[in-house]
């Protein structure tokens, strides 16, 4: 199990670090038709990868696999494979932590959909 430094997001459950707050690219309020933040990222730590399947998402059908932490095998979230549409390359590969304990020190602004980690003195 790896130990990250600084602000990290963790399991919900178990505390298990996932990722630092440096490698979030967006949060998003609104996903999945319902009010929750999830975190798109380029890297994560501490999890094991589902089998491959087919999603229909908001944005379209995409080939994703669920992300569950390696210390207690709550499912965390999912990254994703493969889109389908063009406009959604660009999520090939990366990660969406959905199910995690926020960041201590950290707050969240918002703009239009997404939410930005600015550190707070």
């Not at 932490?69 to 990254?79: A, F, H, L, M, R």
Request: hydrophobic share 35%; charged share 25%; with cysteine.
């Amino acid at each position: 199990m790896v130990t990250l430094e600084g602000n990290v997001y963790s399991c919900k459950h178990c505390k298990t670090h996932l990722a630092v707050c440096d490698d979030i690219i967006s949060k998003v309020s609104i996903m999945n038709n319902k009010m929750n933040a999830t975190c798109l990222i380029f890297h994560r730590e501490n999890v094991t990868v589902g089998e491959k399947e087919q999603r229909m998402m908001m944005t379209g059908m995409h080939i994703v696999v669920d992300i569950f932490c390696v210390t207690c095998g709550s499912i965390v979230g999912w990254k994703y494979e493969s889109a389908y549409e063009k406009s959604q390359k660009y999520k090939e590969g990366k990660y969406i932590l959905e199910r995690y304990a926020k960041p201590i020190n950290y707050r969240f602004w918002t703009q239009t959909i997404c939410f930005k980690c600015i550190h707070v003195e």
